[in-house]
């Protein structure tokens, strides 16, 4: 039987679709992204991963066992990108106080907002599927992109391409189809309303760094 996280997938596959032939990604992928795109999209997503850990810690209180809320626990204390990060943003040339002054994007205070509210108005199947669309995306540039020459971007795509987050896509859909055995409708529409909208959020999240986007104001 199908499971309810690869449901979720199929109904996403033309977004994700969308994402994998992104420009952004082709042009990492061939090295023709200019710097200072780059540079954005660092400190964007280093920015949105402060959102997701947070959202994740919001999970933590919905966590129903004393094994689920060790598994969560995990998942808050292994920021596996974070080295990737701050190796990535030194060479680049960007500073803590570059990404504190710059500050969330329209798109990604949208995107974070949407995965705060979905841990604070909803229990924690809802809660893991707005953030399983993040890490299995990512995880899928191994079969989709796969590896760039460029010297800095190489090192972006070979963090993916080694496989870096599987163990993250496999608790995150053990979360989803845990909760999905014990749903309602009503639960499982709130599970598949947010894993599609944070799928989008993705999809945009690379329309945002392609177009460097900023307030207007």
């Not at 205070?109 to 993040?134: E, R």
């Not at 690379?206 to 986007?213: D, G, L, Y």
Request: aromatic letters at 12%; a negative charge; glycine letters at 4%.
């Amino acid at each position: 039987m199908t499971s309810f996280s690869e449901q979720l997938k199929q109904e996403a596959q033309p977004i994700w679709h969308a994402i994998f032939e992104h420009p952004f990604l082709r042009a990492i992928k061939d090295g023709s992204l200019p710097p200072e795109a780059f540079r954005y999209y660092l400190t964007q997503d280093y920015l949105y991963l402060e959102g997701f850990a947070r959202t994740v810690a919001l999970a933590l209180a919905k966590a129903p066992d004393s094994q689920t809320l060790e598994e969560l626990s995990h998942r808050v204390l292994t920021p596996i990108e974070r080295p990737l990060h701050h190796r990535l943003l030194a060479e680049a040339g960007v500073t803590m106080e570059d990404i504190q002054e710059t500050g969330l994007s329209p798109t990604n205070t949208a995107y974070v907002n949407h995965m705060l509210k979905t841990a604070s108005l909803h229990g924690l199947g809802p809660t893991a599927a707005a953030l399983l669309p993040c890490p299995w995306t990512y995880h899928l540039l191994k079969d989709n992109l796969g590896a760039s020459e460029h010297p800095l971007y190489s090192q972006w795509t070979a963090f993916y391409v080694a496989g870096a987050l599987q163990d993250s896509v496999e608790a995150w859909r053990g979360f989803v189809d845990q909760a999905a055995e014990q749903a309602g409708e009503p639960e499982l529409q709130a599970m598949r309303e947010a894993f599609l909208t944070s799928s989008r959020y993705e999809y945009l999240f690379w329309e945002m760094a392609h177009k460097q986007e900023k307030w207007p104001f």
